[in-house]
Structures are given as C-alpha cells and as structure tokens.
C-alpha cells in the first residue's frame, strides 16, 4: 500500500512540474522567433515579458545577419540610427517592446522600436493559430497604416 501511494505522490509532483513549466499559449509572454516581414527570414529571438502589469520584449538572439551587417559591426552589431540611451548599445540583449497592455483580445498601448532604422513607433499585438503566432503591428498615427511581422512562438 505505501508504493501504491508513492507512486500517486510522484505522479502528482510530475504532472505539476508538467503544467508548472508548459507555456500559456493565451498570452504573448514567452520566446518568439522574429520573422523578418521583407526577407521572410528569421531575425532574431525576443524574450517577452510582464514587468508590472506590463509586457517587454528584449532581444535575446540575433539570426541571419547579412554580410554587410557583421563586416560593420561583427557578429554583435550595435544600434546606430538609435537616439537617446540606446545610441550605439548592443542590439543582443536590448529591450525593444514596452509599455504594452492587455485591451481585450489585443495588447496594446506601447511603443517597439525598429533598431535597423532606430526608430520608434506604436504596437499592437495579437496571438492567432492558438497562440502560436504573434501578429505584431508597429504604427504612427492610426493601426490602420504601418507594417506588420509575425512572430513563431518558440519552445522552452
């Protein structure tokens, strides 16, 4: 009888160990490969995040940097065009997503910003294909205009 509920116990703590580390697919927090919206290749990976109610991203890998690109800046370019505290900083490792809140179905009310133009705009993000796939749509003015990437949510 005491294996019998030995073995219930273990069960338990590995379904909870299971459940503990499986990825919630009803919100963007997690790892995500950045598909590039004109070459159609990966860019990099964005570690999302919530920081006091609201989601981050950071990137935490750079992919398929061009030869052009590591000629510049070797394998660990840095943000160029950036202004502010980001001018000439690391893009491995920068917090490029901010500031974005849960809206209904959609997150938005933050800024990301572009580090291949340094520029910073409006983003509004959207999970589809049972959160597998973030729609992330970066804008000036109205989220009717501006230009959208999806992003593959990655394992952890």
Request: aromatic letters at 6%.
């Amino acid at each position: 009888m005491k294996t019998r509920f030995r073995w219930i116990i273990a069960a338990h703590l590995l379904l909870g160990a299971g459940i503990a580390g499986a990825t919630d697919s009803s919100t963007p927090v997690g790892t995500w490969q950045q598909i590039d919206d004109v070459s159609g290749q990966p860019k990099s990976i964005i570690q999302i995040s919530e920081v006091n109610g609201e989601l981050q991203g950071k990137i935490t890998q750079l992919m398929n940097l061009t030869p052009e690109e590591i000629a510049r800046d070797g394998e660990n370019p840095v943000c160029r065009k950036c202004e502010g505290v980001r001018k000439d900083e690391p893009i491995k490792g920068m917090v490029i997503m901010w500031g974005v809140k849960r809206e209904g179905e959609v997150w938005q009310g933050g800024q990301i910003l572009d580090p291949a133009k340094g520029k910073i705009y409006k983003v509004k993000l959207s999970l589809s294909e049972s959160g597998q796939k973030l729609d992330v749509h970066g804008y000036i003015g109205i989220s009717l205009l501006g230009r959208s990437q999806t992003w593959v949510r990655q394992e952890q």
